[in-house]
T-cell receptor
Framework: DAGVIQSPRHEVTEMGQEVTLRCKPI?????LFWYRQTMMRGLELLIYFNNNVPIDDSGMPEDRFSAKMPNASFSTLKIQPSEPRDSAVYFC??????FGYGYTFGSGTRLTVV | GQNIDQPTEMTATEGAIVQINCTYQTSGFNGLFWYQQHAGEAPTFLSY????GLEEKGRFSSFLSRSKGYSYLLLKELQMKDSASYLC??????????FGKGTTLSVSS
């Protein structure tokens, strides 16, 4: 398997623009997670899905952030409008049901909002 | 909510042994994980503990004491390539993994 695939790897955008991050989980994994990583706050959970259904979005910073999972092989995280404080590395991870299964992370998207 | 604490930085020399501690406070504990993250890369899964005791996997071992809310990751025969950030993560029942801020380990020759 190719692992968790994220795109783009890098994104530089101007404040106020819409940003869409994409993720393809590992085939057969029924959980998908979006995390954000910064030096100050570490790795923060934003939202996660089980069988394409959002389970917990309490980590989404505010209404500017939205996430969807229209099918088992694709998810998006959208920021509209973007702000400089959104600059971070955004990771998507997937997992399968079972206590001992760790998460497999994608390579991440480094977002810079100027 | 959860509170996960681990040291910010540690240094060690090649061939040595290092222990990275993690303490946590949760309600409804459902497993503790350790991840390794090299600079500019994604975290990768190292180990999982759900019962008390030591889990050994090659040069790496992880220990858990649920009553004390304590875990450690033990790295033996350190190599330069072990220089990375080590993340402790805890899962409560019905939630996703919550990560500590990580311990940056620097291995020198």
């Amino acid at each position: 398997d190719a692992g968790v695939i994220q795109s783009p790897r890098h994104e530089v955008t101007e404040m106020g623009q819409e940003v869409t991050l994409r993720c393809k989980p590992i085939s057969g994994h029924d959980y998908l997670f979006w995390y954000r990583q910064t030096m100050m706050r570490g790795l923060e959970l934003l939202i996660y899905f089980n069988n394409n259904v959002p389970i917990d979005d309490s980590g989404m910073p505010e209404d500017r952030f939205s996430a969807k999972m229209p099918n088992a092989s694709f998810s998006t995280l959208k920021i509209q409008p973007s702000e400089p404080r959104d600059s971070a590395v955004y990771f998507c991870a997937s997992s399968q049901t079972g206590f001992g299964y760790g998460y497999t992370f994608g390579s991440g998207t480094r977002l810079t909002v100027v | 909510g959860q509170n996960i604490d681990q040291p910010t930085e540690m240094t060690a020399t090649e061939g040595a042994i290092v222990q990275i501690n993690c303490t946590y406070q949760t309600s409804g504990f459902n497993g503790l994980f350790w991840y390794q993250q090299h600079a500019g890369e994604a975290p990768t899964f190292l180990s999982y503990n759900v019962l008390d005791g030591l889990e050994e996997k090659g040069r790496f071992s992880s220990f858990l004491s649920r009553s004390k809310g304590y875990s450690y990751l033990l790295l033996k025969e350190l190599q330069m390539k072990d220089s990375a950030s080590y993340l402790c993560a805890v899962r409560e029942v019905g939630t996703a993994l919550i990560f500590g801020k990580g311990t940056t380990l620097s291995v020198s020759s």
